[in-house]
């Protein structure tokens, strides 16, 4: 967890980050859905992609999301997450990705925060 935690904060401290921030982006999203890190640390991972507040996370997010082999913690904080970006585009996917109990809130709260 504290790889990722030290990703985003390289990101915040380096006043010339966009090339930083565009491979920590990449890092992130090539590894949020990947099981053989478990639960937690995917979860973790998608919520530095959230606060990093980049759209180009999103697609990662989204598949994320979607897919019924992650774990609810983990697809809950994938909602978050888009829901943190509060790009329209992710937010309309997030409506998209159906009606399910476990994440359902999330998927709500992340919809109820863009508006405000």
Same mark, same amino acid.
């Given at each position: 967890m504290r790889a990722a935690y030290h990703m985003k904060q390289v990101f915040q %401290?380096? =006043?010339?980050?966009?090339?930083?921030?565009d491979d920590i982006v990449d890092v %992130?999203? =090539?590894?949020?859905?990947?099981?053989?890190h478990g639960e937690?640390?995917?979860h973790?991972?998608?919520y530095v992609m959230g606060q990093l507040r980049d759209p180009r996370a999103l697609p990662k997010l989204l598949e994320a999301l979607g897919n019924r082999g992650n774990t609810c913690i983990v697809r809950h904080e994938c909602a978050e997450a888009i829901g943190a970006i509060?790009?329209?585009?992710?937010?309309k996917m997030v409506e998209c990705t159906g009606e399910d109990d476990e994440v359902r809130l999330s998927k709500e709260r992340s919809l109820e925060?863009?508006?405000?």
């Open positions: %401290l380096t =006043s010339t980050a966009r090339q930083a921030k %992130l999203g =090539s590894q949020v859905d990947n099981s053989d937690l640390m995917c973790e991972i998608a509060g790009v329209e585009e992710g937010l925060r863009s508006d405000s």
